[in-house]
C-alpha cells in the first residue's frame, strides 16, 4: 500500500487537535468518542454536545486510566466515530485498547500512530543526547512510550488488525515535518521505499470502518 505523505508538524497538542479537527472534520459531525483526549482541543472545536473525551488526565469530560481497564465504560456502537491520537503506543494493553475502539464505534475508528524510530536515531547513532517518552528521569513521567515502533510496523499492525476485527481501511497516510525539497529527493535516493519513511516520517494515520455496518 503507497502511502500519500502530508508535510506539517505539531509543536503542540494544540495544533495536532486542531489538524485533526480539520483534516477529519466529516467524520467529526455527530457523536465522537475520543480516547486520550488529554485537554480536548477537539471539543472545543466541535462543541460539547456531539463529543466526550476520556483521559487520565488534562480536560476530559471522563477521567480514566486506560491501563487499569479491560473495557471502555460504553455500550456496543456507542459513537459514530472514535478517535484514538497517538495514544496506544502509551499503553501496556495496546491490543486490548484497539479492539475496545471498534467495540464502541457505530462507522469509523481515527487512530494515529508515531514513528518511534525517527526521533531515537540520532542520539543512538552519536551516543549522544535525548529523545522524548524514553529514558530513565528520576520519577515516572505520565506520557512515556511502553512500545517501540517504525512506520513499517505500525503499518503492518494496522493492515493485519483490519484484516483479523473486518475493518476496512478507507484512508492511511503519513505526516512528516515539512523541510527542502531537494534535501527530501536525496534522502529518498539513499534511503528508497520504507527505509526511508522509518528514517523521517513523524505519524502514521488511519481511517477504519466497520464492514458489518
Not at 514513528?115 to 515516572?140: E, T, V
Amino acid at each position: 500500500m503507497k502511502l500519500q505523505t502530508i508535510y506539517i508538524s505539531f509543536p503542540s497538542r494544540d495544533k495536532r487537535g486542531k489538524f485533526v479537527a480539520s483534516h477529519f472534520a466529516g467524520y467529526l459531525n455527530e457523536s465522537v468518542l475520543d480516547v486520550g483526549c488529554f485537554e480536548a482541543t477537539i471539543r472545543d472545536i466541535i462543541g460539547q454536545s456531539s463529543y466526550v473525551g476520556v483521559d487520565i488526565a488534562g480536560k476530559p469530560d471522563i477521567t480514566l486510566n486506560l491501563e487499569k481497564i479491560e473495557r471502555l465504560p460504553f455500550e456496543d456502537n456507542s459513537f459514530k466515530t472514535v478517535l484514538c491520537i497517538d495514544v496506544l503506543e502509551h499503553l501496556d494493553n495496546f491490543h486490548v485498547i484497539f479492539e475496545e475502539l471498534k467495540r464502541v464505534s457505530s462507522g469509523s475508528i481515527i487512530v494515529s500512530l508515531p514513528n518511534c524510530w525517527r526521533d531515537a536515531r540520532r542520539p543512538i547513532s552519536r551516543g549522544k543526547g535525548q529523545f522524548a517518552h524514553y529514558g530513565l528521569p528520576l520519577h515516572i513521567p505520565l506520557h512515556r512510550h511502553k512500545w517501540f515502533f517504525n512506520i513499517t510496523e505500525a503499518k503492518d499492525f494496522i493492515i493485519g488488525k483490519a484484516k483479523e476485527l473486518d475493518l476496512q481501511i478507507t484512508d492511511m497516510f503519513i505526516t512528516e515535518k515539512p523541510g527542502k525539497t531537494i534535501i527530501r529527493w536525496l534522502r529518498m535516493l539513499r534511503y528508497p521505499g520504507n527505509r526511508y519513511h522509518n528514517r523521517y516520517s513523524a505519524t502514521l494515520w488511519t481511517v477504519l470502518k466497520k464492514n458489518n455496518l
